[in-house]
């Protein structure tokens, strides 16, 4: 009997610290294209305004949440008129009112955009491409791969970098 009773407990205990987990906020997801995907963090707009409020124009971005977004080519690629050889690079972004600066570098992993300025000798690509800021609505930034392009959407906020393989 006594341990049936701490049994019980114990399952009740287990049951009671599981049930007060919740998902996380930005949770980590793929984005896949032929021949490429974007793992990244995915935040939420929740009622906030993004650009330039919580990520400001001038200032390297991650873009999105937590450690930094890493973007796998299958293939050699032409990313925005750039050539970029297959493999998986960090993605950060320098966003503007008018045009974002798309970087890709060659170290993966990093925290955030905190290490960035240490690495950014290790930039593979930046290339510049116009923003539209009339998009429609997304409440979670998103990365798609419609034919020649890798499109982020966030907020009202939508860049596309020519891509090809």
Known sequence: MKRMLMGLALIFATSAVFAQQNPPKSPRVTAEGENVEVAYGQPSKRGRVIFPDLEAYGKVWRTGANKSTDITFKKDATFGGKKVKAGTYSL??????KEWTVILNSVTGQ??????EKNKDKNVAEVKVPADNNAPEAE???FSFPKGQMVIHWDKTRVAVPLTF
């Open 140 to 142: 979670k930034l998103t």
């Open 92 to 97: 950060f972004t320098i966003p503007g009112e």
């Open 111 to 116: 925290p955030g955009a905190y290490d960035y």
